[in-house]
C-alpha cells in the first residue's frame, strides 16, 4: 500500500523559512514525478511544485523565486524549501506522486501544517 510521511511544518512570522520533507514508500517512486501539493482553509488541494526523475522542476507561478523543490533518490526523500513565507501561504502541505498536472495515488499522507503568522 502506497503512503506518504510529511513533515518540517510549523508556525513561522512572515519572512521566515521552512524546509518540509517527504518520504514514500517503497523505492518505485524514484521513476515518479513527485509533487508537493498545499490545501488551505477553505479551499481545494492544488498542486505547487513538481520535480521529475531528472531533476525538472515546474512551479505555480506565484510562488516562482520564493519555493524550491528537490528530491534525493539516494534518500527516497523530497523536499520543499519555502523562503520569504506570507500568511497567504498558510496551508496543510502534502506530497504525492505526479502525471500530466494530477495526483497518481488516491491515498494521501497526514500532511504537515504550515502557519505563517505574527
Known amino acids: 500500500q502506497v503512503h506518504f510521511v510529511e513533515s518540517g511544518g510549523g508556525l513561522v512570522q512572515p519572512g521566515g523559512s521552512l524546509r518540509l520533507s517527504c518520504v514514500p514508500s517503497g523505492s518505485k517512486f524514484r521513476y515518479y514525478t513527485m509533487g508537493w501539493y498545499r490545501q488551505a482553509p477553505g479551499k481545494q488541494r492544488e498542486l505547487i511544485a513538481e520535480?521529475?526523475?531528472?531533476?525538472?522542476?515546474n512551479y505555480l507561478d506565484s510562488l516562482k523565486g520564493r519555493f524550491t523543490i528537490s528530491r534525493d533518490l539516494a534518500e527516497n526523500t523530497v523536499y520543499l524549501q519555502m523562503n520569504d513565507l506570507k500568511p497567504e501561504d498558510t496551508a496543510v502541505y502534502y506530497c504525492?506522486?505526479?502525471?500530466?498536472?494530477?495526483?497518481?495515488?488516491?491515498?494521501w499522507g497526514q500532511g504537515t501544517q504550515v502557519s505563517v503568522s505574527s
Open positions: 504525492n506522486a505526479v502525471v500530466a498536472g494530477t495526483s497518481v495515488f488516491d491515498s
Open positions: 520535480v521529475s526523475h531528472d531533476g525538472t522542476t
